[in-house]
C-alpha cells in the first residue's frame, strides 16, 4: 500500500510563495523604485502639484558658455506679486488691446536681481548664461497644464504656434522660474511673424535696446512689461518701422 505525504502539493506551494511575493511587491513598491530613492521621488511628481522640480535638476544638466564665468549669476527668481505653483487648469490668459496677457496669480512676472544693466550692457553677456539654469526646457512643460492648453504636437518652424515665453525677457533679466513663464499661443490663421509671441518678440527687442542706450532705466523696463507688455506695441512697431530692431 503507498504511503500518503502529509506535506502539501508542490504546484500548490509554488503558487502560494508566488501569490505572497507579489502581495510583497505591491505593499513595498517595485525593487527598481527602492534601489533609486530620488527616481521614486520624481515620478511622484505630478502635473499641476504646488511643489516645483528639484532645484538645481536643470543647473547641472545645461552647458553655459565660458564666456558667462565672468557674471556672478545665481538664477534666483525675486516675483513682483505674490506665487505659488497652480493646478490643472488653474490659470486663464486675459486678453488686452487685442493680445494676450498671462494670468498675474500663475505668472507675475520676476528677474533675476543677479542680472544688473552693467551685466546686460557687457558684449560678453548670453542669454544663455541663465537660460533654463533654474528650471529645465522640460520642466517648464508644466505650465501648459496649468493653463489648461494641451502641448501642441508640431510646434516648430512656420509650424510654431506656441511658445514658453518668459514674461520679463532674460534680455531684460527675467527670472528663469515658473512664475516668469507662460505658454504663449495663436493665433493658428496666421504666418508665423505675426503670431503674438513674435509680436512680444518686438516689444522685447525695443526695450532692450531702449535699456542699453540709457533711454530707460531696467527697473522700469522690467515691471512695465510684466504689468501689461502690450502697452509699448505702439512704440515698438514705430521703432521697428524706423530701422530698430523688430
Not at 510563495?17 to 511587491?25: G, N, R, S
Not at 558667462?68 to 490668459?93: D, I, K, L, N, Q
Not at 528677474?111 to 533654463?132: G, I, K, M, Q
Not at 516648430?156 to 531684460?172: A, F, K, N, T
Amino acid at each position: 500500500m503507498a504511503r500518503r505525504s502529509s506535506g502539501a502539493p508542490p504546484t500548490l506551494l509554488f503558487v502560494l510563495l508566488l501569490v505572497a511575493a507579489v502581495v510583497t511587491a505591491i505593499a513595498n513598491g517595485p525593487w527598481w523604485l527602492k534601489r533609486h530613492p530620488r527616481r521614486r521621488a520624481e515620478l511622484s511628481y505630478s502635473l499641476g502639484r504646488a511643489e516645483p522640480y528639484p532645484s538645481g535638476r536643470a543647473q547641472r544638466a545645461r552647458k553655459v558658455p565660458a564666456a558667462c564665468e565672468a557674471f556672478a549669476t545665481t538664477c534666483a527668481s525675486e516675483y513682483f506679486g505674490r506665487w505659488s505653483a497652480a493646478g490643472v487648469g488653474g490659470c486663464a490668459t486675459r486678453m488686452r488691446n487685442g493680445y494676450p496677457v498671462p494670468d498675474p496669480r500663475c505668472t507675475p512676472g520676476g528677474v533675476d536681481p543677479s542680472v544688473s544693466a552693467e551685466v546686460l550692457t557687457d558684449p560678453r553677456w548670453r542669454t544663455a548664461c541663465v537660460r533654463n539654469c533654474q528650471t529645465s526646457e522640460a520642466e517648464k512643460h508644466v505650465l501648459y497644464g496649468w493653463y489648461g492648453i494641451h502641448k501642441p504636437k508640431r510646434n516648430s518652424g512656420e509650424d510654431q504656434v506656441c511658445e514658453l515665453d518668459h514674461l520679463v525677457p532674460l534680455e531684460l533679466g527675467g527670472a528663469d522660474g515658473l512664475g516668469n513663464i507662460w505658454p504663449e499661443c495663436g493665433p493658428d490663421a496666421v504666418t508665423l511673424h505675426e503670431r503674438y509671441f513674435k509680436v512680444k518678440d518686438r516689444v522685447e527687442n525695443y526695450l532692450a535696446d531702449a535699456v542699453k542706450a540709457g533711454k530707460m532705466p531696467l527697473a522700469t523696463a522690467q515691471r512695465g512689461i510684466a504689468e501689461d507688455w502690450t502697452q509699448y506695441l505702439a512704440a515698438a512697431n514705430r521703432y521697428c518701422a524706423s530701422g530698430g530692431r523688430c
